[in-house]
Structures are given as C-alpha cells and as structure tokens.
C-alpha cells in the first residue's frame, strides 16, 4: 500500500508520479542549508548527477538551482553564449521557440532550423546550415513535450564535430534525461538540462544541468560579464564546487528538502544500470504506441523511429477535442495532458510514461490509462449514435 493520499494517476509529461520514498523525502525535517548534514547530502546529490549523465570527466560541472526546467535555458543563454552570437536551434515542436525566444532575451541571434509538425531537422539540411554561418551553439530538444517527437544526438554529435568542432552541442533533455538514451561523455555533449519532475521523478522545483569542460572553458573566456545575477555561473560555480566537497558555502539558498527528494529520486534511479532504465521505458513506450495503433488512433511522430520513450503524443479521431475527452479519463483516475503545440491544440493529447509508472509495473498505471481511453472514446461514440 503506497503511503501517499489516493489519487488520480499523474500520466502526463510532468510532472510525474513519485514514489513514496521520494514523497516521504519532500516532507523532511527543518535543515541548515550550511549545516554538515545537508551539505554533505547536496554534495552527494550533485556527484550522483555525474552518473545519471554518465560522465567521468571530473572538469564536468553540475548544477542544481532552484527553478524549473526553464531557468537551464537562462543559464545557457546567460552564461555560454555572448550578444550578438549566432546559434542554431533545432525545431521540433513547442520548446524551441521557447528556448529561441529565451536566448533573444539575453542578446544573442537564434536561427530556427523548423520541421514539419511531428518530424526533426534532418541532418542534411543541418549541416547546411552549419557550413553557411559559424555558430557558437546548437541547441535540440531531446524530446520535444509537445509533439512527442525524439531527436537522436549521437548522428547530430559527429555531424556537429564534424563540421563544426568549436559549435557547443546543448540539450535540452527535460523529458528525456533519466528514461532516454543520452551518454554525456561518449555523445561530446557540452550542456544537457533537465529539471526534478520529468523523467527522474522528484516534485518541480530544481534545475538540474551537466556542463562539459570544454563549455566551462568557453564561459571563462568570455568578453562580456554574464547577462544575469541569478543565473550567474560566476555566482554558482564555486557553491556547486564548495558543495561537492562537502564544504559549506552560500549564494542564495537551496531548497533543502527538495535537495532530499532529489537524492532519494536518484540513489533509486541509479540502484540499476541506466540501460535496464532506458530499456524498460522503451518496452514500455512499445506497448503503449502498439495499444494506441489497434484503436485507430494516429499519433504526432511521422516516424516511428522518431517517436520518444518517455510519453505518446495522440491525435484524437476527427472532430473530437481534449476537453471532451480528458474528464472521461479523469472519470476513471487518470490525467493526460491535452495539446501544446499551438497548431494542433485542439486535435491531440498527451499520455506521460515514465518513471516509476513505466518501471513499476506492478503499479498497473499503463493499462488502466489505455482501457480508460477506450471506454472513454466508446462512450463518446455511443452518445453521438
Ligand atoms: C517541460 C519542459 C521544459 C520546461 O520545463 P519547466 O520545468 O516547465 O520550466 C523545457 N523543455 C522541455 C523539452 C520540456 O519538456
């Protein structure tokens, strides 16, 4: 019996469902946020991100920040790009406008490389575009939440080094680090964010970002000072380093109980291989798109290859829109999300599987979401005869 009030399962793309350990976590005692005990569990925090990233370059840098997911765009566009640069951002949905807009805010120059709705840039067109102009970053959204759609790094990480050896390779891996494929060092990556309530199962509330040597290099010799106070890596960087060596040090205060859940949310994480994790999401995700296929219902990604572990993006069938649907589910204990991407809002929803509905499967949360959205859309058709 979970130790957790009943409640609908929380199958959107994030925040997740968090186990009761994690939940527990949230509700602990009263901490300095200087105090050895604290410090010593933030500083263990950020040393397990190495591993959920999979780096062992110690000039890698993690974060931790009070935040959401968002505030990993401030961080980069504040930090690691300087006004006037050019950057290139891959387009695959809803994010990144949102992380071209974030990088305009601070002075830099985005050029949006857009696919079609459901698909990626491809890597012909990308290395066109990184031939015709010298870019100081790329920027691709590993899953992109509102269209479902996955990127694959790797072929984008050769393309890139390639081409164009001195581009910083930036992920936003908000939905995807902890359940998708993404290997920090083996990749070249020199920036994945992410944030607490994706894919690794914490409440919202932490920005969480790795930062290779090579990107740490490019922000100590910038010209210009960081474009933010808050989101100043001048102002982080030796709190991050103090903590992970256990000592004290202060810039603005962590959110101490957060911190917990973030540990216990990892130390169950990282309590297998990350490839049995990735696995697990993807047989998960198998399941779930077969099930979706056999009700006649399409999906956003025009390429199954394409098409992310983490949640399913579900066209409705022709007519029917999310608020007719979504309190159906909700009827039987079951949150989806509707659409985001602004285009096609009102034609799709969003189903969440990750974490621990994916790796407890036990839980039996996949299964009373898709029979929900059966009987939800047989109800409906019942009505209309
Ligand atoms: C959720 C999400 C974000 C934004 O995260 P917040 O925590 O809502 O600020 C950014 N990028 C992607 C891909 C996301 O899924």
């Not at 830099?108 to 490389?113: G, H, M, R, S, W």
């Not at 990184?130 to 970053?137: C, G, P, S, T, V």
Request: hydrophobic content about 40%; some cysteine.
């Amino acid at each position: 019996m979970s130790t957790q009030a009943a409640h609908p399962s929380l199958l959107i793309p994030g925040p997740i469902e968090i186990t009761d350990e994690v939940a527990q976590s949230m509700s602990y005692y009263a901490q300095s946020h200087v105090g050895q005990p604290f410090v010593n569990v933030f500083g263990e925090t950020l040393t397990l991100l190495r591993d959920l990233f999979q780096t062992k370059n110690p000039g890698s840098q993690p974060f931790v920040i009070a935040g959401s997911g968002t505030l990993g765009w401030d961080l980069v566009a504040a930090n690691l790009v300087e006004p006037g640069e050019d950057v290139l951002v891959l387009h695959s949905g809803y994010f990144a406008d949102s992380f071209a807009d974030c990088l305009s805010t601070y002075g830099a120059k985005p050029t949006q490389l857009k696919a079609p709705i459901g698909d990626r840039p491809q890597l012909p067109e990308i290395e066109a575009a990184l031939k015709a102009k010298k870019y100081k970053a790329v920027t691709v959204t590993h899953v992109d939440t509102s269209t479902g759609v996955l990127s694959h790094i790797q072929p984008l990480a050769d393309l890139i080094r390639k081409v164009s050896p001195d581009t910083l390779l930036v992920v936003d891996g908000v939905c995807s680090v902890g359940a998708e494929e993404l290997h920090f060092d083996n990749m070249a990556i020199d920036v994945a964010l992410t944030a607490s309530q994706k894919a690794i199962g914490c409440p919202p509330g932490l920005s969480i970002m790795m930062v290779s040597e090579k990107a740490m290099n490019v922000f100590k010799s910038r010209k210009s000072p960081p474009g933010s106070y808050y989101a100043s890596f001048k102002n982080w960087v030796p709190i991050m380093q103090n903590y992970e060596a256990k000592k004290p040090s202060y810039f603005a205060t962590p959110p101490t109980q957060l911190v917990q859940a973030l540990n216990t949310a990892l130390k169950q994480l990282l309590s297998q291989p990350i490839a049995a994790r990735v696995a697990q999401h993807q047989k998960i995700s198998k399941y779930v798109k077969s099930e979706i296929m056999k009700m006649g219902l399409k999906q956003l990604p025009i390429d199954p290859a394409n098409a992310a572990n983490t949640m399913t993006a579900i066209y409705l069938p022709e007519g029917l829109t999310p608020p007719e649907i979504l309190p159906k589910l909700m009827a039987q204990g079951v949150v989806f999300a509707g659409g985001l991407h602004k285009e096609i809002a009102a034609r799709y929803i969003r189903f969440g599987h990750m974490g621990v509905t994916a790796m407890d499967e036990s839980r039996g949360e996949i299964d009373k979401a898709l029979n929900a959205l059966k009987s939800g859309l047989a109800e409906i058709e019942k009505a209309k005869n």
